[in-house]
């Protein structure tokens, strides 16, 4: 086990002014259906919450929004009652970025509890603020003794089912928060931006599902505005907002953060939508992304549609986060005998390659947002992810996974791990040679979680070219069960600092774990 608790213990009190824990399960901001205005009276306010990303040894990324133009100020201290704080002067959040806005923090102590608190100022008359929002988070150690600990999920309100007020909304982000994690990566299907929320459905037992609606949930997301209001919407629930202020992410997107099953260049024949150029839509929700994530790699330049990055978490971890969304080929049928596009693009292929040869941390998490060798279709005849059915040689976007595998191989790296999400269940995949097609790789593991707030779906088939074997899986028998009716799903890492050794559990919500694997490092994993 790392030497994380597994409830907090400093910055209690910090969390819980900064996430008004108090009040009601499912306390909906103000102005939730109007955008900030310009003519309003009082102070600013930030009663969307705060965020934390992509933290390192010595920096982070603290994330606001407020209800109007606004200056902001963030403190950092080692205590709660911040004294001898440093602060950092942010940007001026306004129209331009929906009133959203970002301060990085460098020079941060390594392995340490940082305390901070967002005030925003009327830039006419700085002695004009908002009440303060606090939060909290942990720095990545410098020393391997100290462990490591993350959660890892993916898919929040999704086919239909959002925050439900008579079940307490996103209770299982209580139950993660509860474990106090030093972050958590969020596997993609941050929203459902394709997903249109009913106030009502009636479920098989007859039991009825409401849903807190806004506007923007009211139909298929197409404007910048509808995208923002879709990532907004999340941030309705209590206890997303408590878990923010507490635990860190690390966020990655996948399809449904614009439309389902997309890809570059797609032209739509959905009649839902009266734009048909995903690329369109697809830049609008970047732009939204942008604005709703503290997501430091996203912000080189206005025009920058580069997710894919590497965290650097301490002696013993580096999260390699994926794109498998901007740079891919259409989908197909995936039969093709040469394919240098992929799922990943050349250039993210290259780029995957020389940071993991980079790497000297224990373990190399590469966060995916699709599985290896899970079947996902698309249609009648083509596929969505990297598998396509056939057993054989590798084909289609299946070659450059043999590339990288192969590269894995040979250069001997050690320590990879595979984490996703996607599929709406749990399981445990693991990948060796003498099962597959293609066999000049080295064993590894694949862990699948989810849904955190959304339907569950029974388990995918198995594509044989990487000789994956299914040690585990939990998933209904029907599709697009409900939250109501099923556990929801989330993952847990731990690395110990003393050995090293990484454990995955596979955790229900309501706290039962499910599945648990030792890996020690230094190994191909068998």
């Known amino acids: 086990m790392s030497n994380r608790p597994l409830v907090p213990a400093p910055g209690r009190r910090t969390v819980l002014r900064g996430s008004l824990l108090a009040s009601a399960a499912v306390a909906v901001p103000a102005a ?30 603290v994330w606001i929004r407020s209800d109007r133009p606004a200056q902001m100020v963030v403190e950092t201290s080692a205590t709660e009652s911040f004294r001898r704080a440093r602060t950092w002067h942010g940007p001026l959040v306004g129209a331009g970025t929906d009133f959203t806005g970002t301060t990085p923090l460098y020079g941060l102590p390594a392995g340490e509890q940082v305390h901070y608190r967002v005030t925003l100022a009327d830039p006419h008359d700085p002695r004009r603020t908002g009440k303060p929002v606090y939060g909290t988070f942990r720095t990545a150690p410098a020393r391997r003794r100290d462990g490591v600990r993350f959660l890892w999920s993916g898919d929040i309100a999704g086919q239909g089912w959002g925050i439900n007020p008579d079940i307490g909304g996103y209770r299982v982000y ?22 249109v929320l009913e106030p009502s459905v009636t479920l098989p037992d007859g039991r009825i599902w409401r849903n807190v609606t806004t506007p923007e949930k009211s139909k298929v997301a197409e404007t910048l505005d509808e995208y923002r209001g879709n990532f907004r919407y999340n941030l309705l629930d209590a206890n ?24 570059p260049g797609q032209i739509l024949d959905d009649v839902r939508y009266t734009e048909k150029n995903v690329d369109r839509l697809a830049a609008r929700s ?33 999260v390699f986060v994926l794109d498998m969304r901007s740079f891919r080929n259409a989908n197909s049928p995936g039969r093709q005998p040469d394919d240098i596009t992929g799922i990943l693009g050349a250039e993210q292929l290259s780029w995957l390659k020389r940071e993991l040869s980079k790497s000297r941390a224990v373990w190399k998490v590469i966060a995916a947002d699709m599985p290896l060798g899970l079947v996902v279709p698309d249609g009648a005849t083509d596929f969505e992810a990297v598998a396509q059915g056939d057993p ?17 191989k040979h250069r001997r790296i050690t320590g990879t791990v595979w984490l996703t999400a996607d599929v709406h269940y749990t399981s445990a995949q693991h990948y060796a040679p003498e099962r597959a097609a293609f066999k000049d790789f080295a064993p590894f593991w694949e862990f699948v979680s989810g849904p955190l707030a959304a339907g569950s779906f029974p388990a995918n088939a198995l594509d044989g070219t990487f000789g994956p ?49 030792v890996l020690q490092p230094g ?4």
């Not at 939730?32 to 920096?59: C, E, I, K, N």
């Not at 139950?175 to 394709?194: H, K, Q, T, V």
């Open 286 to 318: 970047m732009r939204a992304f942008r604005e709703y994530f503290p997501v430091p790699t996203l912000q080189v330049s206005p025009d920058e549609r580069r997710m894919h990055r590497v965290v650097r978490h301490g002696p013993l971890l580096d």
């Open 469 to 517: 074997e299914r040690v585990f899986v939990r998933a209904p028998d029907r599709e697009n069960v409900s939250p109501m009716e099923q556990p929801q799903f989330f993952g847990e890492v731990d690395i110990d600092g003393g050995s090293g050794e990484l454990t995955v559990r596979l955790r229900a919500q309501g706290g039962a774990v499910l599945f648990s694997k």
């Open 240 to 263: 997303l907002r408590a878990f923010n202020a507490q635990v860190p992410s690390i966020i990655q997107w996948d399809d449904h953060e614009v439309r389902n099953n997309w890809y």
């Open 32 to 61: 939730v259906t109007t955008a900030p205005a310009f003519a309003l009276s009082g102070r600013p306010s930030a009663s969307w919450g705060v965020q934390v990303g992509d933290v390192t040894a010595s920096s982070a990324l």
């Open 392 to 408: 054989g040689a590798p084909l289609g976007r299946e070659l450059q996974i043999a590339e990288l595998l192969r590269y894995i």
């Open 523 to 526: 190994r191909t994993a068998q």
């Open 174 to 195: 209580d139950e993660m928060r509860r474990l106090n994690p030093d972050f958590f990566l969020c596997s993609g299907d941050n929203i459902y931006a394709d997903g």
